[in-house]
């Protein structure tokens, strides 16, 4: 398996733009996790899934942020509109439980202007 | 919320001197403890994690110790290498866990 994948790379927009991070889990893992990195803040859960179907969103900041993941191969987390206190690095995780290792991917940069 | 805390924040050592880090939580339902290393620029990956009905766990030059009555568990390394450097982040419960802020590591040769 190539692992978790997560696209694009580096994205920098600007305010206001809408903003859409990707993310291939692997294969049979049932759990997928979205958290951001900030030095700031560390690293912050955001949401995850067990199945496809979301459990836990509380660590969303706010309405502008949302998750969705259509099938079990692919999730997707938007900003909209974006503001310049979302730069960060979004990282995708999964794990075949909720309790074991976490598989992260490479991460998306994100930079919003 | 869970609280949860790693010291030292930051830690430097010699080359070849031990290192041990530190991570304490708050929720007693925790029964998963893994530490993560993530190196500058790169994703966190796992390098040791222990579950609860075991109190240590040793990988080559890496230990983790639990105790589960005062909450704590640590992480140490023997033998340190200047590769080693990196942030060390700990996460009682695993994914949907609180991550520790993170611990410093650098190695001096």
């Known amino acids: 398996d190539a692992g978790v994948i997560q696209s694009p790379r580096h994205e920098v927009t600007e305010m206001g733009q809408e903003v859409t991070l990707r993310c291939k889990p692997i294969s049979g893992h049932d759990y997928l996790f979205w958290y951001r990195q900030t030095m700031m803040r560390g690293l912050e859960l955001l949401i995850y899934f067990n199945n496809n179907v979301p459990i836990d969103d509380s660590g969303m900041p706010e309405d502008r942020f949302s998750a969705k993941m259509p099938n079990a191969s692919f999730s997707t987390l938007k900003i909209q509109p974006s503001e310049p206190r979302d730069s960060a690095v979004y990282f995708c995780?999964?794990?075949?439980?909720?309790?074991?290792?976490?598989?992260f991917g490479e991460g998306s940069r994100l930079t919003v202007l | 919320g869970e609280n949860v805390e790693q010291h030292p924040s930051t830690l430097s050592v010699q080359e070849g001197d031990s290192a041990v880090i530190k991570c304490t939580y708050s929720d007693s339902a925790s029964n998963y403890f893994p530490w993560y290393k993530q190196e500058l620029g790169k994703r966190p990956q796992l390098i040791i994690d222990i579950r609860s009905n075991v109190g240590e766990k040793k990988d080559q030059r890496i230990a983790v110790t639990l105790n589960k009555t005062a909450k704590h568990f640590s992480l140490h390394i023997t033998e340190t290498q200047p590769e080693d450097s990196a942030v060390y982040f700990c996460?009682?419960?695993?994914?949907?866990?609180?991550f520790g802020d993170g611990t410093t590591l650098t190695v001096k040769p």
């Open positions: 996460a009682p419960k695993g994914g949907k866990s609180t």
């Open positions: 995780a999964s794990s075949p439980t909720n309790t074991g290792e976490l598989f």
